[in-house]
């Protein structure tokens, strides 16, 4: 239980094109979502939290208008990459939040990520 | 600012040998921890979490972590590694931060066994 997918698993670019990665809970319903990066060889930063039906919260330093955040389902939340550029070449891995009877018990479980590529 | 640190980043044991791996956090709120691990090319794995009750907690694959309160430590733990032990492993703290819970991780510990 709890599968979390991410489409696709790898894509290719030119810089200045805009991406589409999609995240899906499989097995269960997540009203919250979130999106990381990783940077090779280091931790996942978080980069937004998105809740189903209702507009992103994006963490300090992240723009909002070029990281587009839908969530309009419980089992499907999208991240846009907007005029993407070599700088945005990156592991970009979503999870969702299995709620288990409170906002404090919550736990994420994560997709197998998304490699970015912007030539 | 709330931040995970993990003392290790890499460990390399034979196999048999006994892992203990750090994890510290500060967070002077209520949190809940996890560790979660990455197996080469695979995803991010939750192997336990605590969230309240007994300190102890036993995950998958023989592993358990002691949560600290005191020492606001929550170490990763294994009597006897195997070969498959060999991933990366990131402790993360679940906390309540400007009216919304997010999971902060510490830098990961590249663990290696050796058969």
């Known amino acids: 239980g709890a599968v979390v997918s991410q489409h696709p698993s790898r894509v290719i670019c030119k810089s200045g094109t805009s991406v589409k990665i999609e995240c899906r809970s499989l097995?269960?319903?997540?009203?919250?979502m979130f999106w990381y990066r990783q940077f090779p060889k280091q931790s996942l930063m978080l980069m937004a939290t998105?809740?189903?039906?209702?507009?992103?919260?994006?963490e300090q330093g992240v723009e909002k208008d070029k990281f587009l955040i839908n969530h309009a389902s419980l089992t499907l939340s999208t991240l846009t990459v907007t005029s993407a550029h070599p700088e945005d070449s990156s592991f970009y891995i979503c999870?969702?939040?299995?709620?288990?009877?409170?906002?404090?018990?919550?736990?994420?479980?994560f997709g197998p990520g998304t490699r970015l590529t912007v030539l | 600012a709330q931040s995970v640190s993990q003392h290790n980043h890499h460990v390399i044991l034979s196999e048999a040998a006994s892992l203990e791996l750090g994890c510290n956090y500060s967070?002077?709120?209520?949190?809940?921890l996890f560790w979660y691990v990455q197996y080469p090319g695979q995803h991010l794995q939750l192997l336990l979490k605590?969230?309240?009750?007994?300190?102890l907690v036993k995950g998958i694959k023989g592993f358990e972590a002691e949560f600290i309160k005191s020492k606001f430590s929550f170490n990763l733990r294994k009597p006897s590694v195997q070969w498959s032990d060999t991933a990366e492993y990131f402790c993360?703290?679940?906390?309540?931060?400007?009216?919304?819970?997010?999971?902060?991780f510490g830098a990961g510990t590249r663990l290696a066994v050796h058969p």
């Open positions: 999870s969702a939040a299995l709620l288990a009877g409170g906002l404090s018990t919550d736990t994420q479980y």
């Open positions: 097995d269960f319903q997540a009203t919250t």
């Open positions: 998105s809740n189903e039906g209702s507009k992103a919260t994006y």
């Open positions: 967070y002077g709120g209520t949190v809940n």
């Open positions: 605590y969230f309240s009750g007994d300190p």
């Open positions: 993360a703290v679940n906390a309540r931060i400007g009216g919304y819970n997010k999971l902060i």
